[in-house]
């Protein structure tokens, strides 16, 4: 699979993450290519023509931002005529229909949505297998992410607006409660530096035990939880507070705006 070429239209903060942990993995870096000046300090191939990176790949990552991908695809499109890689799509918000559209071919496509933590290695992609993708292209597609962080298949395109709302904004989840949880220890009296070691460490503590045992995160929380003890003074607080609504609402409202860019973006 590593001698596939893959081609990088777009080589931002995601696309040079997966580049670098392509390379980590054993993909040889001339098997590499990014249309992008950003991805040389990386040690691929380089050029400044989509269309060259379109004609020689096998697996054409697109990596642009939502608003230029429809320019880049029909400036593409008469040179896709000529050859037929499998199209790996990270752009959040766009439809396969739109892609193909744009294309005037129906080419293999796939869409992944990765999240932030492929930067450090930790990520979670979720991917979705367009018509005409075959089993081997799945698991070329499989691998190049796994080369990052974990990877679960969906079933329908659909599920990529509440996979969106989940794994793709969750991490700004987790960071708005790390930095509410971190202000709140320094009003209690804690030094900053040490407030965020606490809380860093808990929160990578808590994430690594649901993690590692497997074990449903509400039988964790009761085993931490003794009756009359802080914990449950600290859980009510929270409950009452309304926090369960709050979390459903939220993630409700992400999916929706999901949805809504996918139709903005994709015309």
Not at 18 to 46: C, F, H, T, W
Not at 108 to 116: A, F, L, S
């Amino acid at each position: 699979m590593t001698e596939a070429k893959t081609g990088f239209i777009g080589a931002g903060n995601m696309a040079g993450s997966l580049i670098g942990g392509m390379l980590r993995a054993g993909y040889r870096n001339d098997r590499i290519i990014a249309a992008d000046p950003q991805a040389k300090s990386l040690g691929v191939e380089v050029t400044t023509s989509n269309r060259d990176v379109a004609l020689c790949s096998d697996i054409l990552v697109l990596a642009v931002k939502p608003q230029i991908l429809k320019p880049v695809c029909q400036e593409l499109a008469s040179h896709m005529q000529e050859v037929r890689p499998l199209i790996i799509s990270i752009v959040a918000g766009i439809r396969i229909e739109s892609i193909q559209r744009w294309l005037q071919r129906r080419s293999p496509i796939m869409r992944v949505m990765p999240n932030t933590p492929a930067l450090t290695g930790q990520g979670m992609s979720a991917l979705f297998a367009g018509p005409g993708c075959s089993k081997a292209q799945k698991t070329m597609a499989e691998q190049i992410m796994q080369t990052v962080g974990q990877t679960v298949w969906l079933t329908t395109e659909q599920e990529i607006d509440a996979v969106t709302a989940i794994s793709g904004s969750g991490p700004a989840y987790f960071f708005l409660f790390i930095e509410l949880l971190i202000e709140a220890a320094i009003g209690q009296g804690l030094p900053p530096d040490t407030a965020r070691h606490l809380v860093v460490q808990t929160a990578l503590g808590a994430s690594g035990m649901v993690g590692l045992t497997g074990e449903e995160p509400a039988k964790l929380r009761h085993q931490v939880t003794s009756p009359g003890g802080t914990t449950e003074q600290a859980i009510k607080i929270l409950i009452n507070g309304k926090l369960p609504e709050l979390v459903r609402q939220a993630v409700d409202a992400a999916t929706r705006r999901s949805r809504q860019l996918s139709e903005e973006l994709g015309e």
